[in-house]
């Protein structure tokens, strides 16, 4: 079986300063990566995935992840961040398979103060 | 083109009361899935659909059930709810299941209360 665990619920940052959300996640088996982020009242968008190669992926909005398989993590980085970043991130994964759920973890809500 | 619509936006339902919810994915898409999201924890999966049969379950209650129709579509029925039922319930739409490959679309939610 697969878990996340995103080890901060909330980060509050200064606007323009940067920001890492961690995430880690256990599975025996090999599994794809990603983080969401949503916005208030809203559904899921995809930030990014990691799938294979590089283990450096970037994604939207200025974002980009690491997926260490070692560590066994996949923390989501912005070198600066703006209001308009503030939403809940949510890191997930699934396994390599034709008809596989998504596991998400709890998530973490990143505030930006002004 | 058009994202992937869930209706009603909000719902307020009492214990033991029966719902259905909708889902209509992007138009190409053959598989839909169903995720329920209790306030304060991240989307837990429910269903996937693809072609109109079931492709995987979550561990949820046989009160839960969904069905896919012939233009992808799907609905989600809820039956004898529970206060614990309350959440917003997430439908994503992909074009085939192998959530790697292709890229899963969240629509906005259909916000379920029970009293």
């Known amino acids: 079986a697969q878990s996340v665990t995103q080890l901060d619920s909330q980060v509050p940052v200064f606007e323009e300063a940067p920001v890492e959300l961690r995430c880690n996640y256990s599975?025996?088996?090999?599994?794809?990566l990603f983080w969401y982020v949503q916005y208030p009242n809203q559904g899921l968008q995809l930030l990014l995935k990691?799938?294979?190669?590089?283990?450096l992926v970037k994604g939207i909005n200025g974002f980009e992840a690491e997926f260490n398989k070692s560590q066994t993590s996949f923390h989501l980085r912005k070198p600066s961040v703006h209001i308009s970043d503030t939403a809940e991130y949510f890191c997930?994964?699934?396994?390599?398979?034709?008809?596989?759920?998504?596991?998400f973890g709890s998530g973490t809500r990143l505030s930006i103060r002004p | 083109d058009a994202g992937v619509t869930q209706s009603p936006t909000h719902l307020i339902k009492t214990r033991g009361q029966q719902v259905t919810l909708r889902c209509s994915p992007i138009?190409?898409?053959?598989?839909v899935s169903w995720y329920q999201q209790v306030l304060g924890q991240g989307p837990q999966f429910i269903f996937q659909?693809?072609?109109?049969?079931?492709?995987g379950r979550g561990n949820f209650p046989d009160r839960f059930s969904a069905r896919q129709f012939p233009n992808y579509s799907s609905e989600l029925n809820v039956n004898a709810l529970l206060l614990g039922d309350s959440a917003l319930y997430l439908c994503?739409?992909?074009?085939?299941?192998?959530?790697?490959?292709?890229?899963?679309?969240f629509g906005p939610g259909t916000r379920l209360t029970v009293t």
């Open positions: 994503a739409s992909s074009r085939q299941p192998g959530q790697g490959e292709y890229e899963q679309y």
């Open positions: 599975s025996s088996v090999s599994v794809y």
């Open positions: 990691y799938l294979s190669g590089s283990t």
């Open positions: 997930a994964v699934t396994r390599y398979s034709s008809a596989s759920k998504i596991i």
């Open positions: 138009s190409g898409h053959k598989s």
């Open positions: 659909y693809y072609e109109k049969e079931e492709r």
